[in-house]
Antibody
Framework: EVQLLESGGGLVQPGGSLRLSCVASGFTFSSYAMSWVRQAPGKGLEWVSGIRGSDDSTYYADSVKGRFTISRDNSKNTLYLQMKSLRAEDTALYYC???????????????WGQGTMVTVSS | QSVLTQPPSVSGAPGQRVTISCTGSSSNIGPGYDVHWYQQFPGTAPKLLLYGNSIRPSGVPDRFSGSKSGTSASLAITGLQAEDEADYYCQSYDSSLSASVFGGGTKLTVL
């Protein structure tokens, strides 16, 4: 069974840092691009960042560019999101998501984790 | 302000047909980037409902269908059921942003 399990969320002060992890199982992790998608309380979905499986190229939403860094460790089947200079508006449930493939790298997410909550507050 | 525009809410009676629009631009839906649709119930992760504009993953009822024309896409739900009450999101890729983008979401209410 294909599964994604996020961890690392928590309460952090504005300006602080946090690293999220997503452990994948049930598929060849290195073969797929992976993404982080967040959802602020009561709000819609926002794609945050993605990383290709083929060459580790990284992509970011403008709202997090320069503050967040996505990476992966294929030997550990793990996706990471390093978050720095956190702001109140980064408060959200952060999902790890896997695309179907079929040529879609950062869309058609057919597997989602349960999410990990990040709260930025003093 | 989302790059892809959806109506905040739609509603319909059981058995009716409803559509949800997703309006983009020449840098996302327009140039031929595919649109994907998700269904989300409160407190749960989104579920892929349609991909590649109109393809249903295994297990998705054929009451759900999608289309794309120009810089817009639509999700249609026929034979509306109470269990369809959820939030729906469209997604595509934006070449000017080099990023994946979601619509703001549409809350479907079954009357």
């Amino acid at each position: 069974e294909v599964q994604l399990l996020e961890s690392g969320g928590g309460l952090v002060q504005p300006g602080g840092s946090l690293r999220l992890s997503c452990v994948a199982s049930g598929f060849t992790f290195s073969s797929y691009a992976m993404s982080w998608v967040r959802q602020a309380p009561g709000k819609g979905l926002e794609w945050v960042s993605g990383i290709r499986g083929s060459d580790d190229s990284t992509y970011y939403a403008d709202s997090v560019k320069g503050r967040f860094t996505i990476s992966r460790d294929n030997s550990k089947n793990t996706l990471y999101l390093q978050m720095k200079s956190l702001r109140a508006e980064d408060t959200a449930l952060y999902y790890c998501a896997k695309p179907r493939g079929d040529g879609y790298n950062f869309g058609a997410f057919h597997v989602w984790g349960q999410g990990t909550m990040v709260t930025v507050s003093s | 302000q989302s790059v892809l525009t959806q109506p905040p809410s739609v509603s319909g009676a059981p058995g009716q047909r409803v559509t949800i629009s997703c309006t983009g631009s020449s840098s996302n839906i327009g140039p031929g980037y595919d649109v994907h649709w998700y269904q989300q119930f409160p407190g749960t992760a989104p579920k892929l409902l349609l991909y590649g504009n109109s393809i249903r993953p295994s297990g998705v009822p054929d009451r759900f269908s999608g289309s794309k024309s120009g810089t817009s896409a639509s999700l249609a739900i026929t034979g509306l059921q109470a269990e369809d009450e959820a939030d729906y999101y469209c997604q595509s890729y934006d070449s000017s942003l080099s990023a994946s983008v979601f619509g703001g979401g549409t809350k479907l209410t079954v009357l």
